[in-house]
């Protein structure tokens, strides 16, 4: 997602995906990165993230003939999960052969990790979606019934009903972990799993956590915030992203590229050794995009979009910004003077948006439109 607003070539991603799929495990599971020898590197949670990144494929170009053909891949990396990856619980257990990365944080990993399953959730439903739109219609049926089942068992072991929060995980003797993280209400969100918590969820753990106030539960780091803005753009929450980015990223500019973990290397002072050049130091490029700017692809290979741009940050008086998609650019400005906003909106042709913007009706737009609209 990152990449594709920059540029959006698919090639790479492509190539990508098509290097790990050659690099396989005997029983399905794939290596973290390619090419390597490194044994070390086959991690259960990647192999799902493979997966997903055929579904990226598909939203950026709407197209389905990548997962067609990595259809034989994709069964055999099933089988792990639906075999040895299972606990006798039926959840996705802890397999310690392999290494469970889940994120650079303190996140128990015990027998039952919640956030692997609830990955395995949203890569079954992206399977779902996958297999209808290719046609596959039995094996699009089965896999809702696969998600189904897996969200329900989920559900039944891992929701602390009195806390209003999923926990974190089981350990070896079944017993529920006392941590209720960041991550597992993010990606208990994103699987859509109690919708009904969703807000009580957020505001529980998501927005104490980019308001930078003190949680005792794990954090997630500069990787996988990218999903807490996901989730908290969806929800209304643009301004605490904007925020966040400005506190915890910009003191990463004068290193010249992004810590691994916010702030483990401010000062150097950490016994480990971190890279600072990792992918996500793009994770801005994508947000600012979709709070500044305003621009969240809805659609696949971006035929739809919703607009709704930030507007009332305190420290930002205008915007403007570009996103390349398929159709062409999508160009979105904003200036601000004295309580008014004069916002513009060029779309691509095959482009249509959805409008939200303070003190107007929600609406559509396609082409060229100009508003002012009041702030504050």
Known sequence: ??????ADDTRLLARGIRSIARQEVPNGLTYG?????????????????????LWDHYWQTGRTD??????????????????????????LRYDRRYWLFLDWSTLPKEQTPTLLNLWYIIMLDRLARLAALAGMTGEAVEFERQRDNHAALTDRLLWDAQAGLFRDGLDDAERPLASWSVHSQTAAILANLRPEH????AAARLLPFLQGRELTDPLPSSFWVHYVYEAMVQAGH??????HIRRNYAPMIPSGGAWEIFGWNADRSSTLVWSNSHAWSAHPIKHLAATLGGITQTGAAWRRIRFAPVLDDPQVGRADVTVPTPHGLIRAAWSCTEGQAEVSLDLPDGVQAATVLPGEAPGSAAGSARWRVRVG
């Not at 997602?1 to 920059?6: C, G, M, R």
């Not at 990647?46 to 990144?53: A, K, P, R």
């Not at 969703?198 to 969820?201: F, Q, S, V, Y």
């Open 1 to 6: 997602a990152n990449t594709f607003h920059l």
């Open 66 to 91: 990548l997962f067609v053909e990595q259809w034989p891949r994709v069964q055999r990396l099933l089988g792990y999960f639906r075999g040895e990856g299972r606990g006798a619980n039926g959840l």
């Open 198 to 201: 969703h807000a009580a969820m």
């Open 33 to 53: 990165h390619a090419p390597t020898n490194s044994h070390a590197c086959i991690l259960p949670d990647f192999s799902i993230t493979w997966v997903l990144s």
């Open 238 to 243: 643009g301004r605490e992203v904007i925020d």
